[in-house]
């Protein structure tokens, strides 16, 4: 048991899970490696993620948004995977893996669009100001 879910177990925090399951989330997130990005701050509530994914095509990219969440995933064609003749490599640098890099988004966020450019995927995300609402409470008496 770690220290996020005992914090979150005490009986004093009642109605906290789905706020449990978005840290959980976040932490698995944050152990993952690979592609490497950058999070730039852009203003206004606007976020730019940016994510090396050298030698991939938009058509073996995808990139969703469910429950808050947002999932970037990388799939190599078979025609990609062919087996390539080592000794034609001198360094092989370049990962050539599949992946799957996920980032939790707040309430209010929204994926705005995503570009690939040289080699960068890139994800515009930003806060939508919430509607300003008005709820009028009827008053009841008693008797």
């Given amino acids: 048991?770690?220290?996020?879910?005992?914090?979150?177990?005490?009986?004093?925090?009642l109605g906290f899970e789905?706020?449990?399951?978005?840290?959980e989330r976040a932490t698995k997130a944050a152990?993952?490696?690979?592609?490497?990005?950058?999070v730039e701050d852009r203003g206004d509530g606007n976020i730019?993620?940016?994510l090396a994914v050298a030698g991939f095509s938009p058509n073996q990219l995808e990139v969703t948004v469910e429950d808050n969440q947002l999932?970037?995933?990388g799939?190599?064609?078979?025609e990609a995977k062919a087996p390539i003749d080592p000794s034609a490599f001198l360094h092989r640098g370049i990962a050539a893996r599949a992946f799957l890099r996920s980032f939790v988004l707040a309430d209010g966020m929204e994926v705005s669009g995503a570009l690939l450019e040289h080699g960068l995927l890139h994800i515009d995300v930003s806060r939508?100001?919430?509607?300003?609402?008005?709820?009028r409470i009827a008053?009841?008496?008693a008797g």
């Fill in 71 to 73: 999932v970037i995933a």
């Fill in 18 to 23: 789905r706020t449990r399951d978005l840290v």
């Fill in 48 to 50: 730019r993620i940016t």
């Fill in 139 to 141: 008053i009841h008496s």
């Fill in 1 to 13: 048991m770690n220290r996020t879910t005992i914090f979150f177990d005490s009986p004093f925090l």
């Fill in 75 to 78: 799939k190599r064609d078979a």
């Fill in 31 to 38: 152990a993952e490696s690979y592609p490497p990005y950058n």
């Fill in 128 to 135: 939508v100001p919430p509607a300003k609402l008005v709820k």
